[in-house]
């Protein structure tokens, strides 16, 4: 039987156990019962139900898109300051309206539910499309617990293969504190939701690595940087406490590492970089275009920071790619004005792909590279 990850918790139900709640006639309304009492759609007093699904472990409700479509869980996480909260906001802008939508004909993004909608439109859409500002530090799980940012995506499928519609593939995304992956007690909270993920993306800031520094100088926001490797390996650690893969064993969920704000770093890649030309993904991945980049920021990774880092990814996890990206495409003027040509992300939207491509919701296109 199908289970169901809690967004909200991230425990697992069978289907049957999700609670219902007894409707508006019922005489114990709001009362919650395991679906599978219910009969001919009714309660068990006989009477029609609220329409919604609960998690019988804190209660919040469910989703019908998210229920139906078995969602997939990304994890988005990194040191502060990494520019997390960046990326997530202006990837759901550009899969809605910008450069990838008109790359993915026929492709739609919509944002599930009341509090999805508010929260993008008040804590991403706002202030980096609306006011030009970049946005706020994310507040600590120790003060709210990651809220999922929960969308549904549609791609519409070629007329020959006679698929007229195509389930949507519902992603949440939980944007988490910086802050919260250095310390170990928090840590501990955000290892359940990375254990129930489907995909981890990590994303590393090269501002943070002392070698990128020496060359561009620092306009950081924040100081106090914690050590990005160390996230890796306490990620590595904690997955490995929690799962069920032997210890032996690398862990199989899907890592995508990120090197963030490579629009601080425009002389530094040569003319031939992979990294300077626009991606190839037009209708689906392009592994050959994946792959070179793979290689080129991997060698950057070594040079940059530390060897060490490739092997302990490749020690860890079975699947893992590199990327390298500019959310924003330009350095913001200061801590409340982006720069004034506006937001022109940069291969944004690879680590996304490559992970739908990896939960077939796209296809992998084998490129000659
Ligand atoms: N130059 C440049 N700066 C960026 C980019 N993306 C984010 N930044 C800046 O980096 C800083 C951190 O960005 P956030 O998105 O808030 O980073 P975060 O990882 O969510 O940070 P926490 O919430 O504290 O964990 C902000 O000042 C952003 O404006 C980018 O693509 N290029
Ligand atoms: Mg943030
Ligand atoms: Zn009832
Ligand atoms: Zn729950």
Redesign the pocket.
């Known amino acids: 039987m199908a289970t169901t990850k809690c967004p909200y918790c991230w425990t697992s139900h069978k289907r049957g156990e999700l609670h219902m709640r007894c409707g508006e006639r019922c005489a114990h309304k709001g009362e919650a019962f395991p679906e599978r009492q219910l009969r001919d759609g009714r309660c068990p007093h006989g009477v029609l139900p609220q329409s919604r699904r609960v998690c019988p472990h804190c209660g919040r409700e469910l989703l019908r898109e998210y229920v139906d479509s078995g969602g997939r869980n990304i994890a988005v996480i990194?040191?502060?300051?990494?520019?997390?909260?960046?990326?997530?906001?202006?990837l759901v802008h550009e899969f809605q309206r910008g450069q990838v939508n008109e790359r993915f004909t026929g492709m739609s993004l919509d944002l599930l539910g009341e509090e999805s909608r508010v929260r993008y439109e008040r804590d991403f859409n706002t202030p980096l499309f609306v006011h030009g500002r970049?946005?706020?530090?994310?507040?600590s799980a120790s003060v709210s617990t990651p809220e999922p940012l929960m969308f549904s995506l549609r791609f519409r499928r070629s007329r020959r293969l006679g698929a007229t519609r195509v389930a949507p593939v519902v992603t949440v995304f939980y944007?988490?504190?910086?802050?919260d992956v250095a310390r170990a007690q928090q840590m501990d909270l955000l290892i359940s939701y990375l254990d129930a993920a489907e995909g981890i993306i990590l994303?590393l800031?090269p501002l943070q690595m002392p070698k990128v520094r020496d060359l561009v100088g620092t306009n950081?926001?924040?100081s106090g940087y914690t050590d990005q490797l160390h996230v890796v390996n306490r990620l590595g650690e904690l997955l490995r406490e929690r799962s069920s893969t032997p210890v032996d064993r690398r862990l199989p969920t899907p890592l995508a590492v990120a090197l963030?704000?490579?629009?601080?770093l425009p002389d530094t890649l040569g003319p031939e970089s992979p990294l300077r030309q626009p991606s190839r993904h037009v209708g689906g991945y392009d592994d050959g275009d994946g792959l070179d980049v793979h290689e080129e920021v991997r060698a950057w990774l070594n040079q940059w920071f530390d060897p060490a880092f490739d092997r302990s990814i490749a020690n860890t996890f079975e699947v893992y790619r590199y990327f390298g990206?500019?959310?924003?495409?330009?350095?913001?003027i200061d801590?409340n004005r982006?720069a004034p040509e506006g937001v022109h992300?940069?291969r944004?939207e690879d680590p996304m792909l490559w992970l739908l491509a990896r939960f077939r919701a796209i296809k992998t296109m084998k490129g000659k590279r």
Not at 78 to 90: E, H, I, Q, R
Not at 134 to 139: D, K, M, N
Not at 260 to 264: F, H
Not at 325 to 332: D, E, F, K, R, T
Request: charge should be neutral.
């Open positions: 990194g040191s502060a300051d990494s520019g997390k909260s960046t990326w997530v906001g202006v970049p946005l706020q530090q994310t507040r944007d988490t504190a910086g802050e994303l800031d950081g926001r924040r963030t704000k490579l629009d601080l990206l500019s959310a924003l495409g330009a350095p913001p801590g982006l992300p940069y944004l």
